[in-house]
């Protein structure tokens, strides 16, 4: 039975690839009623990404419709050599990054990050018993550079390489931001625990 189950399983994720090439080639060809498939599709993971990313519910919006709107607008020069989601993914780093970049000369500031970071720690909640809450309360509270490395490499499973390349730093650079990140999320995880 396990393999029966396997292979339908594989019929029909084949299925959905041969599906969604179909919608790009058609959006790619100008068809909005396919794009707007492929954002029913994506949206959330989109948008998941981008409030891992930045940490602020209204900011994920705005850089979900940006990324879609620049998909949409470089949809014909896409190649297929990689699936959709994983470039549609590539274009909200590269959104949210432009987005932190304005903030920041905006700010003008060095402490940006800091700020951001004591931003996000008087919104959180009082200890929620609900660890996924508070891990993501977590999440939201690493400086930016370590939350971006480890939304892109720890949670979607991104490579180090890939990852890097999304965020255009050195691999050793995200190896290192990764150590960081996890050491600082299990400290905060940790003080949350020690106060319930």
Not at 1 to 10: F, N, R
């Amino acid at each position: 039975m396990p393999q029966q189950e396997e292979g339908a399983d594989e019929l029909e994720h084949a299925r959905q690839a041969a599906e969604e090439r179909r919608l790009v080639a058609a959006a790619a060809g100008g068809s909005s009623a396919a794009f707007e498939a492929l954002y029913r599709r994506h949206a959330a993971h989109v948008y998941g990404l981008c409030l891992r990313m930045t940490a602020q519910h209204h900011t994920a919006e705005d850089c979900t419709q940006e990324a879609f709107v620049q998909a949409w607008r470089n949809l014909p020069r896409f190649e297929t050599r990689s699936a959709f989601g994983t470039w549609l993914h590539r274009i909200a780093v590269n959104t949210v990054l432009q987005q932190a970049r304005r903030r920041r000369e905006q700010l003008g500031t060095e402490d940006s990050i800091e700020r951001e970071v004591a931003d996000v720690l008087a919104d959180a909640t009082a200890a929620d018993p609900d660890m996924a809450r508070d891990i993501e309360t977590a999440i939201a509270a690493l400086p930016a550079g370590a939350r971006h490395v480890l939304v892109l490499a720890g949670i979607y499973g991104y490579s180090h390489d890939e990852a890097a390349g999304m965020l255009g730093i050195a691999v050793g650079t995200c190896k290192a931001q990764l150590h960081r990140a996890r050491a600082l999320l299990g400290a905060r995880l940790a003080d949350v625990e020690a106060r319930i």
